[in-house]
């Protein structure tokens, strides 16, 4: 018999942080939201950021560029910026988009 992962894909605590922010702040996430939050939350910014990539790669969340246009993310994306070691708030200038949950 097949036993189910009932394991998170993410960061459970970090994801319940970002969806009590979208729904305190009623607006989507920037990169400067995030910035924010890790400061405020003595976290990582590279944590928030691999949720809201796994988040979105499961579709749980979407990101839109600051074009309007929704992105695809996928597993490439992020082993693609993890390739360079940790991230950092530097690796949030590629993201000027927002983070918004599926609905």
Do not use: C
């Not at 995030?34 to 579709?59: H, N, P, S």
């Not at 360079?84 to 609905?103: E, M, N, S, T």
Request: charged share 20%; hydrophobic share 45%.
């Amino acid at each position: 018999m097949q036993s189910l992962n009932t394991e998170p894909l993410w960061d459970e605590g970090i994801a319940s942080f970002l969806s009590a922010a979208y729904e305190s702040k009623q607006q989507p996430l920037s990169a400067s939201d995030l910035q924010k939050f890790a400061g405020e939350q003595a976290v990582r910014v590279g944590d928030l950021l691999e949720t809201l990539f796994l988040m979105v790669i499961y579709g749980s969340w979407h990101y839109v560029d600051a074009q309007g246009n929704a992105q695809s993310v996928d597993e490439v994306a992020l082993d693609e910026l993890y390739a360079k070691g940790r991230v950092g708030a530097d690796d949030l200038k590629d993201f000027d988009g927002v983070w918004i949950p599926a609905i």
